[in-house]
């Protein structure tokens, strides 16, 4: 084991119908509510009217701001601050999927920050932003999902775009973890099947990413990552199936959170193939889940012999292939290659070339990388770390 020091305050409120205690329990973190939502409601506009009247029946007074869209940008974050100044909001309620939690993060703290937002966000990891200064407060936050797939409504981090830069990257502070997070596995029912299927991709991701990038000498972490994805891959297959699966849809949810609340790596956790994806996103509009998906299988096939005994075990403890008359390449090989075959049966892009992306694209990619996510050293920090020259190979791998 390793040292570590742990802390997550979040009061999770977890089941079916939860979302009727949305009123009750704001009032108990303030008295004006900025409601935090997308700038296209959709099907969410009925759930939003339903949060705004048990808010009002709670004696919480509601302001409006319904203007996030995928990807929450600083810039949006900036005018919610605005608003919430304006109106004298004294608490946050963010109802919807990662990039509204996000978003609704960003402006929790910013209310309370003095000095542009973007220096609120880590968006140098070669320690050259000179400027940057994480929030050390932030007003009380409560987190609706309607997504199971970011784990934000359980986390201290808010990823966030800066549309003059054309960058991602994240805040990360105590102060931005939610108050209370409501998980109600019923607001989940009519999300879109590759919807769904992105989002079981993301949480996926934020467990494999550590299992594949970080220690291999964490025996409980370890169990509890392969836990965290069969549970994604069983239950994305019933909610495929059936979307109105509640049973499946609130493993979904829980396992969603849990991936990436901290539980998974405590003490360390590398995520190098979302330092990447954050490109493919800011600079091609690559949805989150899909920046990840069209990368994972390259990544592995790349590194499967530097962490052999990490992509055994995968394949025979999450992938279940039988290792019997095999040798360890051809069962690591059946692994990652039963795991393309999941990605692709649930219906999210396996390769790059499936998202628009051409080989004349890979180096600016790589360049946005290195500007925000290389250390210092000039590596992307992961284990085995990754150099400018691997990084290319696995794109070029992704086509």
Known sequence: MFDFEFYNPVRVIFGAGKVELAGQKAAELGDKALLVSYKKLGPLAELLERVKTLLGEAGVEVVEFFAFQENPAIETAAEGVALAKKQGCDLIVAVGGGSVMDGGKAIAAGACYEGDLW???????????????????????????????TGSEMNMCAVVSNKALGEKSYIWAECIFPAISILDPQLTTSLPAFQSACAAADAISHVLEIYINSREDTPLQNTWQEGCVRTTIENIAKVLDDPNDIEARGNLMWT???????????????????????????????????SLTVLMPHWMRYNKLRRPHTYKTFATAVMGVDSAGKSDEQIIDEGIDRFQAFLDTIGVPTSLGQVGITEQDLQPILDGAVKVSFGADGNLKCNPIMTKDDVMN???AAL
């Open 119 to 149: 220096n609120m966000v880590n968006s140098r990891h070669d320690d050259s932003g000179a400027d940057i200064a994480p929030p050390t407060e932030a007003l009380p936050l409560m987190t609706i999902p309607t997504l199971p797939a």
């Open 256 to 290: 969603a959170t849990c991936a990436i609340n901290g539980w998974a790596w405590p003490g360390d956790g590398w995520t190098p193939m979302h330092q990447i994806g954050h490109v493919l996103t800011s600079r091609h509009g690559v949805n989150h889940g899909s």
């Open 394 to 396: 696995v794109l070029k």
